[in-house]
């Protein structure tokens, strides 16, 4: 893994994190996108070198709505940029890690993306993003 890529905050309202974000951070997010197929919209905000990931859910069964529903709004998850996703998720299956996916997929910002399962990694679900080139 090279560092950490973003991190990720799931929100129940998009338009209302925004505003509090940006007063926070002191500049306003520099993308909006929608995932369809995850069910969510996100919005980044750029911090120094990291990034933050706003995540609303688009659908009620989405994994941000079920995240929000259990757990309320807070840190979802911990993404780390990676050269290799195929051959890194080979890894750490073999390390005994829980890898979610059989392959990665399309994400956010222009990334495959595959995720770890929290049981296999103290209760923190990892992200690993690899830049789509």
Do not use: W
């Amino acid at each position: 893994m090279k560092n950490i890529e973003h991190i990720g905050i799931a929100v129940k309202n998009l338009e209302v994190s925004n505003k509090l974000y940006a007063s926070l951070f002191g500049k306003k997010h520099y993308k909006t996108e929608e995932v369809a197929s995850e069910g969510v919209k996100t919005s980044f905000f750029k911090v120094g070198s990291n990034k933050i990931e706003l995540l609303e859910a688009t659908k009620e069964d989405s994994p941000i709505a079920k995240f929000i529903e259990k757990k309320g709004e807070g840190v979802h998850h911990i993404a780390f940029a990676v050269t290799d996703i195929v051959s890194e998720m080979k890894r750490l299956k073999s390390e005994g890690f829980i890898v979610l996916n059989e392959k990665p997929k399309k994400g956010a910002d222009n990334k495959l993306v595959a995720f770890l399962h929290p049981k296999s990694t103290n209760g923190v679900l990892i992200e690993l993003c690899q830049e789509i080139e």
